[in-house]
């Protein structure tokens, strides 16, 4: 089926054609913003022929986490595209202060997934990013340096964001 096709079908449901060709066009190329409503969903499912669960993705986000994104991203690359029983385990024995971050919203996106009725042996990671979240608040400091000068220090944070989908 086409995205045209599509956004008509999503338009027979109430969406103007503008709207409904935006809809569809974000949700193939993987951009939940804006979200679409569920309205679009359960009309994209019967169009498609699939139930509504199979288009869902589920996403947990944690803003402003007091870790540099450098040394979060090493951790979100060994969980991207795994399973989510496999991606837990990998936590539970990673040597690193992210893992506990990233294991606490993985928990979140399967809670997510479980509350709306989702399968969660059939979960896996579709998408782990870890974005900058500029310096963490009440961080900066100064240091001296040689000839009377003075350097800033900062710590920064991330905005780490997970998402699982049913396999």
Not at 6 to 13: D, N
Not at 98 to 123: C, F, G, P, T
């Amino acid at each position: 089926m086409s995205v045209t096709e599509l956004a008509e079908a999503v338009e027979r449901a109430g969406l103007e054609d503008s709207k409904a060709l935006a809809a569809v066009g974000n949700w193939e190329q993987n951009r939940l913003t804006p979200a679409p409503r569920s309205s679009d969903i359960d009309s994209m499912a019967r169009a498609l022929q699939v139930t509504r669960q199979e288009l869902i993705v589920w996403t947990a986000s944690h803003r402003f986490a007091p870790i540099a994104p450098r040394k979060a991203r090493l951790v979100a690359e060994l969980i991207r595209g795994r399973t989510v029983q496999d991606a837990l385990d990998l936590l539970k024995f990673a040597n690193k202060r992210a893992a506990v971050i990233l294991d606490k919203v993985l928990r979140s996106a399967i809670a997510n997934a479980d509350e709306q009725e989702a399968d969660v042996e059939r979960l896996y990671i579709c998408d782990a990013r870890v974005d900058e979240g500029g310096v963490r608040q009440n961080t900066r400091r100064w240091r001296p340096k040689d000839r009377g000068r003075a350097v800033s220090w900062t710590r920064l944070a991330s905005h780490i964001h997970v998402s699982v989908d049913v396999e």
